[in-house]
């Protein structure tokens, strides 16, 4: 596994939230538009959402299995590419900005409160999640920011229950 370091954040003037300094979505786009390409998707309707949103499902499906029959770091991190270009080429036949749509969005979230479930997870929603009452709903007091770095306290997926 490489760590990499954080990318510092910023408030750019175009999205109005936080970015990092040096996008860096750009060469991904840019290798799902050339797969899109060279395999003729656009021609062949291989961008057609109805087809693409089962192609997402089936991924889906995928990394769940990973996770319920413990497969293993390679091969979770291989299904989630597979549904990271997916989405992406989603992206790229809508022509979404999504770059400009995530970052929009994160700051949204940012802006949200977290909520712990009865379970003892932790939720960040505009609306409580299924089942519970907003007066079930505990704010968490202190919920990290992304200046303060937002790390994983999870244990591992594939390791068992904790």
């Known amino acids: 596994m490489m760590n990499r370091p954080a990318t510092p954040l910023r408030k750019p003037a175009a999205h109005g939230g936080l970015a990092p300094e040096a996008s860096?979505?750009?060469?991904?786009?840019?290798?799902?538009?050339?797969?899109?390409?060279?395999?003729?998707?656009?021609?062949?309707?291989?961008?057609?959402?109805?087809?693409?949103?089962?192609?997402?499902?089936?991924?889906?499906?995928?990394?769940?299995?990973?996770?319920?029959?413990?497969?293993?770091?390679?091969?979770?991190?291989?299904e989630h590419a597979d549904l990271?270009?997916?989405?992406?080429?989603n992206c790229i036949a809508l022509d979404l900005d999504i770059e400009g749509a995530f970052w929009s969005k994160l700051q949204k979230v940012m802006n949200r409160k977290a909520f712990r479930l009865p379970d003892g997870k932790i939720r960040v929603t505009a609306t409580p999640g299924p089942g519970m009452r907003a007066e079930d709903a505990a704010p968490i007091a202190s919920a990290p920011t992304m200046r303060q770095g937002l790390k994983s306290t999870n244990p591992p997926l594939l390791g068992g229950n904790p």
């Open 84 to 89: 990271f270009i997916l989405l992406l080429g």
């Open 24 to 78: 860096g979505m750009r060469p991904f786009l840019d290798a799902v538009r050339e797969l899109h390409d060279h395999f003729g998707f656009r021609k062949e309707g291989a961008e057609d959402m109805y087809y693409r949103l089962t192609l997402c499902m089936e991924e889906l499906g995928e990394i769940a299995q990973c996770i319920s029959k413990g497969k293993g770091k390679a091969a979770l991190e291989e």
